[in-house]
């Protein structure tokens, strides 16, 4: 089945240790997206990448940064996690062949700042 | 400023009966709207969508309705079932060239036996 990934599933870092989470997709999508939800909290997208065209979303912390080698692959890099960084980290895809507008999440990585 | 917002963060509905959850927008260049559904430890999950052409879109027991001069969106499920208990998250974007989507805080829905 096409689908979305995203490992590791749960990530635990130390405060200011860098971590990267990582997105691949089947779907052959374009776009990819990172969001940042919190609790009780609607997702909030970070960036978003349109083939290779890096998109940052203009209150989104030098802190993260992303990185697409490839169709399939994306990934986020947070380089000095701090507690507020505790969150659920989502990545999403969309193209053509499903319309831009419908987006299609992985399961996201649960990310603990200790 | 939250543009996509969605007013109950939880509702309760016995199985067999209406689930109503609505959404509330303000900005009027978003064009095209979806409901999504998450169940805990999984990604939101597309369920249905609306174009701001159109008041009702109907997929077997889901129906959305959009009232654009009201800005207000809503999911019906009728009849609900148990399998419905989840998240729901009204999300929004603008038309070609800005598909972006915004999404409200989400409606926990869960259906009593």
């Known amino acids: 089945d096409a689908m979305v990934i995203q490992n590791p599933r749960y990530q635990v870092t130390q405060f200011g240790k860098p971590v990267t989470l990582s997105c691949s997709q089947t779907l052959n999508h374009n776009v990819m997206y990172w969001y940042q939800q919190k609790s009780s909290q609607a997702p909030k997208l970070l960036f978003h990448y349109y083939d290779k065209d890096f998109n940052n979303e203009a209150d989104t912390p030098d802190n993260f940064q992303s990185r697409r080698p490839n169709t399939s692959f994306c990934f986020l890099d947070i380089r000095s996690p701090g507690l507020g960084d505790a969150a659920m980290y989502l990545c999403?895809?969309?193209?053509?062949?499903?319309?831009?507008?419908?987006?299609?999440f992985g399961p996201g990585t649960r990310l603990t700042v200790l | 400023d939250q543009q996509v917002k969605q007013n109950s963060p939880s509702l309760s509905v016995q199985e067999g009966r209406i689930s109503i959850l609505n959404c509330d927008y303000t900005?009027?260049?978003?064009?095209?709207f979806l409901w999504y559904k998450k169940y805990p430890a999984e990604g939101p999950t597309f369920l249905i969508s609306i174009s701001s052409i159109k008041d009702k879109n109907e997929d077997g027991r889901f129906t959305v309705f959009l009232n654009k001069s009201a800005k207000h969106l809503s999911l019906h499920i009728v009849p609900s079932q148990p399998g419905d208990s989840a998240v729901y998250f009204c999300a929004a974007s603008g038309d070609f060239g800005n598909e972006k989507l915004t999404f409200g805080t989400g409606t926990r829905l869960t259906i009593i036996p």
């Open positions: 900005n009027s260049m978003f064009d095209y």
């Open positions: 999403a895809t969309s193209g053509a062949s499903g319309g831009y507008n419908e987006q299609f």
